[in-house]
């Protein structure tokens, strides 16, 4: 199996590359008829590329819902905020140790009303995933969220996050300067806002780096969105002590989009554009930007404490067992 | 008992750290620590219980609560049925009221030889009753860690426990009623990273296991290189992470200040409502 996003996708991305070829080439052709039959072969090949596309997105399984959340293509936390809001003012900084780049957060408007985003944010190349350490945050990134959620409660502001992260920085820095007490304090905060949070899962819903962000009234989860208790890897090397069973344990842990759906888990799963986010950056933002509205129209039918209410409530159901 | 072969079963037992052979009868005395190199074995509920609260108090709630199997994950049912019969726990949190030196609280206690003490549904319900039943009825919530983590075969099941314990810690704090975590050997993962770290106060017992990512997964993150206590009770202390290291011994008499301290004010509510 593919281990990789463009592993996997790698007979349509060379498909894509000689379609690219064949269309320049024909805007260079300058006699008509040969400029014709490489626009013919265009058609042919685009024809052939959607045959191949549409293969592949039917037969996804759960390890291709994993890659797929991974892909390196997909829109990331800044590209929805860009897309969905205006005056995005990004607020660096925990007050304490540093900023953490690996959260980008700070005020902005929704359709004019004010609000307050944050959300995990992955990087495009190599350079940019180690600036945003590959979306993991240390305990400062969930300081910094504390930080915007207690102003947020402060200015009536309510609260919209972005859930895109593999797991919470493991290093031992982030261990030293108390990681587990940073996610929990952050859910705690959450817990206790009087003002809307609504989430949205856009990519990796990884463990507890992705709840501490994620204790919201409502949960949004899009299509090909991933959300897991552990990493596929990390589960396969506990369990079998061997990571390349991920894919068993992608299957075994039900993190996709409509598992979670089932569960009751996530709020509502949102439709992508066929193939993915990437193909339609636009369109997926409008999808979001959509949800977000109407979750936040429901929430705004009720008073503070019963915001607050609500969201525990949310989360007291949680849990499937028996009495005897 | 499951630490190390003892010579002549029954009456002696070797220390699982420094392999020295300990009288059985000593050894159960002294709560099952070390005599000679202060070693805490890992307690089972019931042990728990004896050693921490007053004799006789602890009353169990919550008995009929059973997992499932949600996501018919690989293994899961037989490893469940397996525990239970090890243990005679039906998962690996037991909860109830007890008393500390006269005074009632709300516990949950965590037992490791259950499936490693990992939080799934039933962990996560139970936990959440305990932080609940102190603010329903007044009384301080002590907590007993003793966790691997979230448990996997639960899924997301398991990640949404540690919300749900977080927003009864956060229930707690609103209402005044204090909240104490004890971290035993070992506390880690999504237990760790949930209610356990944002108790009112956390006590640790000595050179227990305390951290976020497991060895294992750690390895794969290639963690850089660390401290030699790395993810001990010690290495928290000193990052400011919990409020003490209690001996064994000294728990109950430690808890008993806390919870009198904290709790004081609940009394006069109490009589209130009665």
């Known amino acids: 199996m593919a281990k990789t996003w463009k592993e996997w996708m790698k007979p349509l991305l060379e498909l894509e590359e000689l379609i690219e070829k064949l269309r320049a080439a024909a805007a260079k052709e300058t006699d008509p008829v040969e400029h014709e039959r490489l626009e013919a072969k265009v058609h042919d090949f685009e024809r052939r590329r959607d045959a191949v596309l549409n293969v592949m997105i039917t037969r996804m399984g759960p390890w291709e819902e994993v890659l797929m959340a991974r892909a390196e293509p997909r829109p990331y936390t800044l590209d929805y905020v860009d897309a969905m809001f205006t005056e995005f003012t990004e607020l660096a900084g925990d007050r304490r140790v540093g900023d953490d780049k690996a959260v980008v957060g700070g005020p902005a408007r929704l359709d004019e009303r004010p609000v307050m985003v944050l959300g995990h944010q992955k990087g495009r190349n190599l350079q940019e995933r180690t600036f945003r350490n590959f979306a993991m945050c240390k305990p400062e990134g969930y300081r910094k969220a504390i930080r915007l959620f207690e102003m947020a409660e402060r200015f009536r502001m309510p609260v919209v996050t972005f859930v895109d992260t593999p797991a919470a920085d493991p290093g031992v820095e982030s261990e030293s300067r108390g990681i587990s007490e940073a996610i929990a304090d952050s859910m705690r905060v959450m817990f206790s806002l009087t003002v809307p949070v609504v989430s949205v899962v856009i990519g990796e819903g990884g463990s507890g780096g992705a709840i501490g962000i994620a204790a919201a009234n409502e949960v949004l989860m899009q299509e090909h969105a991933i959300y897991s208790v552990i990493p596929p890897e990390g589960c396969a090397a506990i369990l079998w002590r061997d990571p390349a069973k991920g894919p068993q344990a992608a299957a075994a842990l039900r993190l996709t989009a409509r598992s979670a759906g089932e569960l009751g888990l996530v709020d509502r799963v949102l439709p992508e554009p066929f193939g993915g986010a990437h193909r339609d950056p636009v369109e997926a933002a409008d999808t979001v930007k959509r949800a977000v509205l109407e979750s936040l129209a429901a929430l705004d039918r009720m008073g503070p404490n019963e915001v607050k209410r609500h969201r525990y409530d949310r989360f007291r159901r949680m849990g499937v067992y028996e009495t005897v | ?274």
């Open chain 2, 1 to 274: 008992m499951s630490m190390g072969q003892s010579p002549t079963p029954g009456r002696f037992v070797q220390c699982a750290n420094c392999r020295k052979t300990l009288f059985l009868a000593e050894f159960l005395r002294d709560l099952k620590v070390c005599g000679h190199c202060g070693h805490h074995h890992r307690l089972t509920w019931q042990e728990r219980v004896e050693a921490t609260f007053d004799p006789g108090t602890f009353e169990e709630t919550d008995t009929g609560l059973r997992s499932v199997d949600p996501l018919e994950f690989p293994e899961y049912r037989e490893k469940h049925v397996a525990a239970m019969a090890k243990t005679g726990m039906a998962d690996s949190v037991v909860g109830g009221r007890a008393r500390i030196e006269g005074r009632r609280v709300s516990v949950a206690v965590a037992d490791f030889h259950f499936m490693g003490g990992s939080m799934g549904s039933v962990a996560g319900e139970k936990v959440t009753r305990a932080l609940e039943r102190g603010c329903d009825e007044l009384m301080p919530v002590v907590a007993f860690c003793a966790s691997g983590g979230a448990r996997m075969q639960e899924g997301l099941l398991s990640l949404m426990q540690m919300a749900k314990t977080t927003a009864a810690v956060e229930r707690c704090r609103s209402e005044g009623v204090p909240f104490i975590a004890v971290f035993t050997d070992p506390t880690m993962a999504g237990v760790l990273a949930s209610y356990a770290s944002v108790a009112d106060v956390i006590l640790a017992e000595p050179r227990a296991l305390v951290g976020f990512a497991g060895a294992r997964v750690s390895k794969q993150a290639q963690v850089v290189k660390a401290p030699d206590d790395f993810q001990t009770a010690e290495f928290c202390l000193r990052a400011g992470m919990v409020d003490a290291i209690v001996h064994r011994r000294e728990l109950r008499d430690h808890l008993g200040r806390l919870v009198g301290a904290l709790g004081a004010h609940l009394a006069p509510k109490e009589a209130l409502v009665g």
